[in-house]
């Protein structure tokens, strides 16, 4: 938690969206938008490790928010917030944002009252979606944090029907999405991590409230859509899966 | 006195005109007085030198005024009047024999009201009238005489009573009718054309009220209001009025058949009057509820029958069609949907523009519905019974599709309901659209932006306070506290004024002061309701899982717009809480609700017992579609009412409803005397209202009535003793004084 306040707190000195938006409840300022993008800052388990000085709930940030909102922008109706937000779990403003991202959660650690908060959250009406994590060690990671938040609720592969991957794009063709080494190596893998999954955690309603993007990196999709030698066609179907999150978010 | 010094009473002069019979010639009455005038003048001539001029004139007026009085009985006044001719008249005595004429303390009302009208014309000095005796309860009979039965007419109609009475005497002379009564009526009081009605027969009528204004030992439930329609699951409001005649309280009970719903306690304030309450009750399951309403008695309170009232209720057991257009994703969007996802009873069909090029469907019914968009027929929008726009520009419509949405309201008698909005209300331009007049608020121009992502906390309006879309516990404290205990809403949009017809139910509480937040208006045959915020969701994410204000508003509000919005077809039933006639009303209207007026009805009546009959349903003339009937019921119980719209002998729609009808119950309330009908009654007629006990003077008044055969009676009063004392005192007067001065 001291690591997130630091990195939060260090945020606007590099003069980038979001880290400046922690407000003053006491101030009436308007909303920037109806959507505004949330990226959750976790605390990383004891295998996590910094790189470049940031934590793994930073990575790609701020260029991935950056970039996207400006897709959902341009590509649907959604009155988007320019600039994104950077909520701890606990923070109480966690509930004027039914839309989370996580990143890189094969890092993550929830303690008990983190989980209870995203589990009241997800239940509410909140959706989360995760990203960017690879094999079978950062999924036992990822679901030893996730099964605090539901120890009940099983973790499913999503539907080819379901309206997540239909709402706005038929994603009927999935393919991984890699980060920027495969520019590289020309590998779309990491950590073993070789088949894609989209799967996720439903309420008892059937609503998907947390989608669960396994071996895939989505967020380097988006963080690099600048990027000349990073392939278009994966920046466009990262930037539809991520619009179809959103919409789907905003209309189940 | 005044008849000992001129004869006749006060009244007979206020009647009378005055005529002169002397039959002198008028040249002789005129010689006198100038033959006086001479004298007196040439009396006085004669004295002008030993009298002063005050002294000749004093004696003068005396003897010009003696000379003037003695012409004056010359020309022999008289009185005339229009006197009834006795043994060629009648007068009809009608007592009410209804059964509130039952009650009484020390006797009863019908005991008193005989007593009295045996006055008229038993006593001494009454007139030689034939009289025709009437008992006066639902309709009217004439008896040979009254009986002092108990009385037990079932209602009380004093328009319908009192014109057959006339009626009947229309050709021949009635002078008068005096009628006893407690002025109950269960028709309904008499209003200003009925009574009109029955003075232009020009026959007075004379009331004698009996009973008492005010029963301070007697409650009496005296209307219950519910919606003759609601939805399954629904807490339906019924307003309950409760007369009294003391500070008391008491408890209302409502039992659904054998089971108690409900136990309200009302504190009854006034002294004497009608306190209303509203009771909240909880109507789960779909078909017709018997509802009873029962206030406990009160000490020394001996007659219970008007404590209670039953009504039926009928929970409709279908779904409800909403439409909601939305220009943007949002979460109000969402939150909404999943408010009422697990109401059975609605449906809410969204139209959902994702993309500049794209819509989202969800909640139809069939790939079809909405595939063209917004629908462009009556046919296609007129399905919904509840229209949604939200943040949608007004030019996203045509002007075609906006009139469209206007006659949902207007003629279709749909709801619609506006959230703000980035591009809605003022935003988009709905201010300056057809639908400006149906909106209950003057919307500012596209050119302010109205709409800000500020959190402000909604506050309840009185009427807001009073509102059952609004409330979340049925203590008005509680209701109160919850409201102020709810999270902001995430957003507002300023209106502009609102319309005088409109009532602003909610308020946002901004820096700015209070605006309007909901606001509602009649429009046509339906409704608009304007909420100024897309931020209700908030309450849902910032409130606890098992908090369900979030769920309950959005319920209460859309099943309140669904349930006002009326069907093609429509029957309704009514009057039957307290006995009489039931009235009967049908209304066919087609798909696109334009009126079916090609068609017959034909309606059948089917008591529980299994009696059927079939009643005539003739065509409104005021309004195409309508048809209209009455049925007199002959018995107690819940009546079941078909209506078959036929074409060509072929049936085209049915419309169906049911009625529990009380007989007789009606007397047992409104058993306080109505001393203001009698006292209108008797004044508009020419008549006069008497206390029992009181009827000096009825025995003149039937003499002199203006109605029936009269004749010319002359009677002189030039020889009132008043007269000769005039003359006397004149002469003394003159007498006196020329002794005193001496001079003359």
């Given at each position: ?252 | ?384 019974d509840a229209l949604i ?16 949405i206007r006659?949902f309201v207007s003629?279709r008698g749909g709801s619609l309901l506006m ?19 149906v909106l209950p ?26 509102s059952?879309v ?29 319309k005088?017809a409109a009532i602003?139910l ?12 909901m606001v509602l208006q009649p429009y046509g045959r339906g409704h608009a309701y304007v909420l ?25 509000l859309l099943r309140a717009m669904v349930a006002s919005a009326p ?178």
């Open positions: 938690m001291v690591l997130i306040a630091v990195a939060i707190a260090c945020g606007p000195a590099d003069g980038q969206e979001g880290s400046g938006e922690r407000s003053d409840p006491r101030l009436k300022r308007e909303s920037p938008g109806e959507f505004q993008f949330v990226r959750l800052a976790y605390s990383s388990n004891s295998y996590s490790r910094q790189w470049r000085g940031r934590q793994p709930w930073q990575t790609d940030w701020p260029d991935a928010e950056h970039h996207f909102v400006r897709g959902i922008d341009r590509l649907t109706r959604v009155a988007t917030a320019e600039k994104g937000r950077i909520l701890t779990p606990l923070d109480e403003e966690i509930y004027d944002y039914p839309w989370l991202y996580a990143v890189e959660v094969g890092n993550w650690y929830l303690n008990d009252d983190e989980a209870a908060r995203l589990r009241d959250y997800l239940l509410r009406g909140g959706f989360l979606m995760v990203d960017d994590f690879h094999g079978s060690w950062e999924w036992s990671a990822f679901m030893s944090s996730m099964e605090k938040v539901f120890p009940d609720r099983p973790v499913v592969d999503i539907p080819a029907d379901d309206a997540a991957f239909h709402v706005i794009y038929d994603l009927d063709h999935r393919i991984q999405i890699p980060s920027r080494m495969f520019i590289y190596s020309g590998v779309t893998y990491e950590k073993g991590g070789v088949t894609p999954h989209w799967r996720g955690i439903y309420d008892d309603d059937g609503r998907l409230m947390v989608s669960i993007n396994f071996n895939m990196d989505i967020g380097d999709a988006w963080e690099h859509a600048d990027w000349p030698d990073y392939p278009e066609n994966m920046t466009a179907l990262a930037y539809r899966f991520g619009i179809n999150y959103l919409i789907y978010a905003m209309t189940h | 006195m005044f008849e000992a010094l001129f004869k006749y009473t006060p009244a007979d002069y206020a009647r009378s005109e005055l005529v002169y019979t002397g039959d002198w010639p008028a040249w002789l009455i005129v010689g006198l007085a100038l033959g006086a005038f001479f004298l007196v003048g040439l009396f006085l001539f004669q004295r002008r030198r030993s009298a002063s001029w005050v002294q000749l004139l004093s004696v003068g007026l005396l003897q010009l005024s003696m000379l003037a009085t003695l012409i004056w009985v010359l020309l022999q006044p008289t009185l005339t009047t229009e006197r009834l001719r006795e043994g060629e008249n009648a007068i009809a005595l009608v007592v009410d024999n209804s059964a509130s004429m039952s009650y009484g303390v020390e006797e009863s009302r019908f005991a008193t009201a005989l007593r009295n009208l045996a006055t008229v014309t038993d006593a001494d000095g009454a007139p030689r009238f034939s009289v025709r005796h009437y008992e006066l309860g639902p309709s009217v009979r004439a008896v040979p005489s009254f009986t002092e039965s108990l009385p037990d007419g079932d209602g009380t109609d004093l328009y319908g009573g009192l014109l057959s009475v006339l009626e009947e005497a229309r050709f021949s002379p009635l002078a008068a009718i005096v009628l006893a009564s407690d002025g109950a009526d269960t028709r309904g009081r008499l209003d200003a054309g009925q009574v009109a009605e029955i003075a232009n027969f020009g026959v007075p009528i004379h009331a004698i009220g009996v009973g008492r204004d005010t029963i301070p030992e007697d409650l009496e439930l005296q209307e219950v209001t519910v919606p003759d329609k609601a939805l399954p699951g629904s807490t339906v409001s019924a307003r309950v009025a409760i007369r009294h005649d003391a500070p008391l309280e008491t408890r209302i009970k409502v039992y659904d058949g054998e089971d108690l719903l409900q136990i309200v306690p009302v504190a009854l304030v006034a002294e004497s009057g009608v306190t209303t309450a509203w009771v909240e009750v909880e109507l789960s399951d779909a078909g017709p509820h018997q509802l009873r309403f029962s206030l406990d008695a009160i000490d020394g309170e001996t007659e219970l029958r008007n404590n209670s009232r039953s009504t039926l209720v009928n929970v409709a057991s279908e779904r409800y069609r909403i439409l909601y257009f939305e220009g943007e994703p949002r979460w109000e969007y969402k939150f909404m949907r999943r408010a009422v996802a697990d109401d059975e009873d609605l449906v809410i069909a969204t139209l959902l523009r994702v993309s500049p090029n794209k819509f989202y469907r969800q909640g139809i019914d069939n790939p079809e519905e909405l595939e063209g968009g917004f629908p462009t027929t009556a046919d296609e929008l007129f399905r919904y726009i939200g943040s949608v520009e007004a030019a996203s419509l045509t002007p075609a599709q906006q009139q469209l006659d003629e959230i703000a909005g980035p591009n809605g209300l003022g935003n988009g331009g709905w201010g300056q659209s057809a639908l400006a007049d608020v003057l919307l500012p121009p596209t050119t302010t932006d109205s709409f800000h992502r500020l959190k402000v906390p909604a506050r309840l309006t009185p009427q807001g306070q009073a059952q609004l409330r979340f516990a049925a203590d008005n404290t509680a209701n109160r506290d919850a409201w102020l205990e709810l999270p902001e809403v995430a957003d507002y949009q300023v209106l502009g004024n609102v005088p602003t909610l308020n946002a509480d901004t820096q700015d002061g209070l605006l309007p937040l100024a915020t897309g931020g209700t969701w908030r309450w849902q994410m910032s409130m606890p899982l098992e908090d369900l204000k979030h769920e309950i508003f959005w319920r209460q069907e093609t077809v429509s029957l309704a039933a009514a009057g039957g809480q307290e006995g009489g006639s039931i009235a009967l009303r049908a209304e066919f209207r087609d798909d696109a609700f334009a009126p079916m007026d090609d068609i017959g009805v034909r309606l059948v009546a089917s008591h529980e017992s299994g009696e059927a009959l079939t009643i005539a349903m003739l065509p409104d003339t005021a309004e195409a579609g309508v048809f209209a009937g009455e049925l007199l019921p002959p018995g107690s119980g819940t009546w079941y009412f078909e209506a078959v719209a036929e074409r060509n002998g072929e049936p085209v729609a049915v419309a169906r409803t049911s009625l529990l009808h009380e007989s007789g119950a009606a007397e047992h309330f409104k058993i306080r005397r109505d001393t203001g009908t009698l006292e209108r009654l008797a004044a508009a007629t020419g008549g006069r209202y008497f206390e029992p006990g009181t009827l000096d003077g009825v025995h003149d008044l039937l003499r002199y009535s203006s109605s029936g055969i009269t004749e010319t009676e002359y009677r002189p009063i030039w020889n009132a003793p008043a007269v000769f004392l005039l003359l006397l005192f004149l002469k003394a007067g003159e007498w006196l004084l020329r002794r005193r001065w001496s001079t003359i």
